[in-house]
């Protein structure tokens, strides 16, 4: 294992095929500033050419906070340009965090909040400490999310649901999270990183090819129609039929072994 700071508030740790970056600001809550977002967006967009060596991306947090949101005091003071700025680079780095080519797995250590809980809504799998809170409380600052909370909260659990807790501000616990389908797993604070590495671990080995279609067709089919998501299903699962891991897979069956998958 190796580890890098990014960013005096971003380490990177490298384990082979799964890296786990972890925002480290603890005393702020995990709130991302200008600066945070400007790296961590740069680290989402080189990690996307990184494909074929990285397979899947942790992101956590560190103490009590995950993220808890934007970062409120760069709001104080600076005027409409930069805040548009801010947003539009926010929207580049979280399209490209949700587009990645890997599987990523959101472990949630405490307090996702506004940008936080709409960081965590671009990956694939979120775990949740049972210690964490999560939701989109800009409501309160007069405002509303910015970084996807509005239009991916409501896919992910129901428009009614995703419009109570965006109208009144309020946080789900752990539990409420699982219960709405906001989260996979509530675990317990000292778990929630094993369960993430050993979840990672059993993504990372599965057949390459076959597991990054399985995102992409979930994801592109949610945004069509069902027919059109039915067509590029057969679509994918033709092209991964005539793959070597296809074909390994359905040997390795027939052989009663385990497959050799080669991402071929
Ligand atoms: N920004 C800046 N500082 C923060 C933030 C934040 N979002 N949240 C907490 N902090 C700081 C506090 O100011 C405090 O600092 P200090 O010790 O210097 O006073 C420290 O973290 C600890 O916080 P508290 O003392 O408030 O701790 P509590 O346990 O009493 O409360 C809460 C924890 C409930 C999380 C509380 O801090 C809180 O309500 N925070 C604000 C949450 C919020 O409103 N988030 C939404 C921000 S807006 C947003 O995210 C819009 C997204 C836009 C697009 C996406 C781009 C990223």
Do not use: W
């Amino acid at each position: 294992m190796t580890e890098e700071r990014l960013h005096p508030n971003l380490v990177l740790e490298c384990h082979g095929a799964i890296e786990v970056l972890r925002i480290d600001r603890e005393k702020a809550l995990g709130a991302l500033n200008f600066e945070i977002m400007e790296r961590f967006g740069s680290y989402v967009e080189e990690l996307t050419g990184r494909a074929g060596e990285v397979r899947v991306l942790i992101i956590t947090g560190t103490g009590r906070g995950f993220v808890a949101g934007a970062d409120i005091t760069g709001y104080a003071n600076v005027g409409q340009k930069t805040f548009d700025g801010f947003q539009r680079r926010s929207r580049r780095t979280f399209d490209a965090l949700a587009a990645l080519p890997q599987i990523t797995i959101c472990a949630v250590n405490g307090y996702a909040l506004g940008g936080g809980l709409e960081l965590a809504l671009c990956c694939d799998l979120i775990l949740v400490s049972e210690k964490a809170k999560l939701g989109l409380p800009e409501i309160k600052l007069g405002l509303l999310p910015g970084g996807g909370g509005t239009q991916r909260l409501p896919r992910l659990i129901g428009a009614m649901r995703a419009k109570e807790l965006l109208m009144t501000g309020r946080m789900m616990t752990a539990d409420e999270a699982v219960d709405y389908g906001a989260a996979l797993e509530a675990c317990a604070p000292d778990a929630l990183m094993p369960r993430a590495m050993e979840l990672a671990e059993t993504l990372a080995a599965q057949a390459p090819l076959a597991l990054a279609e399985a995102k992409r067709v979930v994801d592109d089919g949610l945004d069509t129609a069902l027919s059109a998501g039915l067509t590029l299903e057969q679509r994918v699962l033709g092209a991964l039929f005539a793959t070597e891991d296809g074909k390994e897979g359905i040997a390795a069956f027939m052989e009663k072994r385990d497959p050799k998958f080669k991402g071929e």
